[in-house]
């Protein structure tokens, strides 16, 4: 099979749409717009798609951008998103590039399909490849979540961070628990760290202990613990007896801490409970727990999706469920950034090209140290058809 070119060069439209009504960030910005012109992209940008990312319609504009409406953002050749959108609105053929989260929501996959879109779903990147991750949307948007959870922890929390000395006396530095260790937790431990935390962490994998201790963390072994990774580079189920002995261990040192965030997420599945609510019972009154997987059922039993709740022995929990648009115009700056790293590659002499060598659409090849079975890379379906690679999600969606 060769390169199948999708649109010339005289045809592409790339369209940029509001997001829904929760959504603070937007997927290209103006500063995204020159390089996507040079590639010989117009740019159409439906009204107001920026705004609550701090971009109006005359910076896209200046930037070299149309405005439009929305029927004519929908309308592009290449629609890039962040959010899954209403795929019944689109045409067959249209190319579009978001966050579809296929594996908790097969649903979207079966529209994409009954109106063949050629869907690419950038939390699908084979993120192991070297050249995915200046593309890689989970690792950015997930860096500034950890970061961001830190600081409402914080907040949230009625003393001071640091140790400090002064006349009155001395004021001993804040204990935060991060438990998790992915590029969430990595850079929730530095930003505790940074503020002046004593930062204690946990990881069912074994070998993150380093990369803990690295940005200034202590790491909390879990006896029998192995290195529970799988293939594609994310945490694995693990047995419900050995969740439990990493739950009481870690809440164990947890029980007195001030700041608590939680970042287990495991990939294609709800959160798991790593925070019970008799964990919660045993905390100290004025300690918080920021739950960063609230968008996926939390991983504290207790935690209520999209609010900020007291219990009764005084903790309160954080369930904010979008926490990178809590920095909207930063979060939006990686996303676009990543975003037109990856359509830049698409792009071969003038036309957007489709290419079945391309291990981010379509996985690594069986053989390669990359390959992982059952998976594929972004491309999740073309022609109303799942892509032969993904069999897994094919199992989910039928």
Avoid: W
């Amino acid at each position: 099979m060769g390169l199948e070119t999708v649109f010339g060069v005289d045809t592409m439209k790339l369209g940029v749409i509001v997001e829904n009504e929760d959504e603070t960030r937007v997927a290209i910005v103006p500063n995204s717009v020159p390089k996507l012109a040079k590639l010989g992209f117009e740019v159409i940008i439906e009204s107001g798609a920026g705004q609550h990312a701090h971009h109006s319609d005359s910076q896209y504009e200046a930037k070299g951008a149309s405005i439009g409406t929305r029927d004519e953002a929908l309308s592009c050749d290449i629609l890039v998103c962040i959010g899954a959108p209403e795929f019944s609105s689109l045409s067959e053929g249209q190319i579009v590039a978001c966050v579809s989260d296929p594996f908790r929501h097969p649903e979207r996959i079966r529209q994409a399909m009954d109106a063949k879109v050629t869907l690419m779903s950038m939390d699908m990147i084979p993120r192991r490849l070297s050249r995915a991750q200046a593309m890689d949307v989970n690792s950015s948007q997930d860096n500034l979540a950890g970061y961001k959870a830190v600081l409402m922890g914080a907040a949230q929390v009625p003393k001071g961070i640091p140790m400090m000395t002064t006349s009155a006396g001395t004021v001993r530095p804040a204990k935060f628990v991060i438990m998790g260790s992915g590029v969430a937790g990595l850079q929730a431990i530095a930003t505790a760290k940074r503020l002046g935390a004593i930062v204690y962490a946990s990881d069912v994998r074994k070998s993150t202990a380093e990369q803990i201790e690295s940005v200034g963390g202590r790491f909390i072994e879990v006896e029998g613990m192995d290195d529970f990774e799988d293939e594609s580079g994310y945490a694995k189920p693990l047995t419900p007896e050995f969740i439990q002995k990493v739950n009481d261990t870690v809440c164990e040192v947890a029980a007195d801490a001030d700041v608590i965030v939680t970042t287990a997420r495991i990939f294609g599945r709800p959160a798991p409970i790593t925070v019970p609510a008799s964990a919660v019972s045993e905390f100290k009154a004025g300690s918080v727990v920021v739950d960063m997987n609230a968008d996926v059922g939390g991983n504290c039993e207790l935690t209520s999706p999209g609010e900020v709740i007291t219990t009764e022995n005084g903790v309160t929990i954080v369930g904010t469920t979008n926490l990178p648009g809590q920095l909207a115009s930063t979060a939006s700056m990686l996303y676009s950034n990543n975003l037109t790293t990856f359509v830049s590659s698409l792009v071969k002499e003038g036309g957007i090209v489709i290419d079945p060598e391309d291990d981010i659409l379509f996985g690594a090849p069986e053989g390669s140290d990359f390959y992982v079975s059952g998976m594929g890379g972004v491309l999740v379906c073309m022609n109303g058809e799942i892509h032969e690679k993904q069999t897994r999600l094919a199992g989910v969606v039928e």
